[in-house]
């Protein structure tokens, strides 16, 4: 069974560690007013000693990042990880990870999304342990925070066997805002949200588990990326896979697919969440939808796409292993974990 980490509240310590990339330059001004604003919250802040480096797009040696993270978990007092950011390279802390150690550990929550993905699918795929697909910690360090962003706080303070709903939100950023200093912009909303459909007829149901493709392809055929164990483990209940890309053209996203299905990835899969594309270009004739369409029809799923996720923030939270229903009520849509 998931096990679920103790809820999150006020008081409490949340760690801040880089996996992958640091903040560094202006982010670093951007992190401080993060810091200040989880504080104002209610809530202490730690951090480790790479958050604030980069060097070749790396905050420190795969070594020094999985250490600090390690560090951070095995800290009692410490009850969430959340790194400031995604970047590029965190798979290569993860030979560096004792997942079976950490196992004996008291779960707490890591939050996260873009690369921070690779930690969160492994981390639950190897441990049974419930991980928070969400916000990061620099999005609490917007001038004005949106509430999609606050509401993790109160997703990761729920109780054990306690269920929360979300709705599909109603405008989207296209175009990040220039960082300073100084100047740490808030969301850019100027898109409506229109959450779209493939082969769904009816609500559906199963354990969550995803993120970001641009990195989790990288884990297919590796001991880090065994999704079928967690597929048999959760039979009964199906799968829900989520998915968002960044980088990938529409020919990536349809060959990337082949190759899950070819891992059995999608075995007993009752259905696929799709973020808005960021970083994203069709090829020729050929669209991310149609790759969709595709997997849709070849595996006899529901597939809904261009929902609140990924990089045209903001986006709702995902747990890891939680049990979800998607529903289509009216013009809303609506995912209860």
């Given at each position: 069974m998931i096990r679920y980490p103790d809820p999150l509240k006020k008081g409490d310590t949340i760690g801040v560690t880089a996996p992958s990339s640091g903040a560094h330059g202006v982010f670093s001004s951007k992190l401080d007013n993060a810091i200040n604003r989880f504080e104002k919250l209610g809530y202490k802040v730690i951090e480790t000693d790479s958050v604030r480096k980069q060097n070749k797009l790396?905050?420190?040696?795969?070594?020094?990042?999985?250490?600090?993270?390690?560090?951070?978990?095995?800290?009692?007092?410490?009850?969430?990880?959340?790194?400031p950011w995604g970047g590029e390279f965190l798979m290569e802390i993860l030979p560096y990870l004792n997942f079976e150690d950490l196992k004996k550990s008291e779960p707490k929550w890591i939050l996260g999304f873009s690369d921070i993905s690779t930690l969160l699918f492994t981390f639950t795929l190897k441990t049974n342990i419930a991980t928070a697909h969400g916000p990061n910690f620099l999005d609490?360090?917007?001038?004005?925070?949106?509430?999609?962003?606050?509401?993790?706080?109160?997703?990761?303070?729920?109780?054990?066997?306690?269920?929360?709903?979300?709705?599909?939100?109603?405008?989207?950023?296209?175009?990040?805002?220039?960082?300073?200093?100084?100047?740490?912009?808030?969301?850019?909303?100027?898109?409506?949200?229109?959450?779209?459909?493939?082969?769904?007829?009816?609500?559906?149901?199963?354990?969550?588990?995803?993120?970001?493709?641009?990195?989790?392809?990288?884990?297919?055929?590796t001991e880090y990326g065994r999704a079928s164990d967690f597929i048999k483990q959760y039979n009964e209940d199906g799968i829900i896979w989520y998915f968002e890309s960044c980088e990938m053209d529409a020919t990536d996203i349809r060959r990337t697919f082949w190759q899950m299905k070819k891992k059995g990835w999608f075995k007993n899969c009752n259905g696929l969440l799709f973020g808005r594309v960021a970083g994203y270009n069709d090829v020729q004739d050929y669209s991310y939808v149609d790759a969709l369409e595709n997997l849709s029809n070849d595996l006899n799923i529901p597939v809904i796409y261009d929902i609140d996720l990924g990089h045209k923030p903001p986006q709702l939270t995902f747990i890891n292993g939680a049990y979800a229903v998607v529903n289509k009520e009216e013009i809303i849509q609506t995912l209860k974990q």
């Open positions: 790396v905050s420190a040696s795969p070594q020094i990042r999985a250490e600090e993270f390690v560090e951070l978990y095995k800290n009692r007092d410490v009850k969430a990880i959340i790194p609490f360090g917007n001038e004005q925070v949106h509430d999609s962003v606050l509401k993790v706080l109160d997703i990761l303070n729920k109780k054990r066997g306690e269920s929360f709903k979300q709705e599909s939100l109603e405008r989207y950023q296209e175009e990040w805002l220039e960082v300073t200093e100084d100047k740490f912009p808030s969301y850019n909303l100027t898109e409506q949200v229109n959450w779209k459909y493939i082969n769904y007829n009816k609500s559906f149901s199963g354990r969550l588990i995803g993120g970001n493709m641009d990195v989790l392809c990288k884990l297919i055929g």
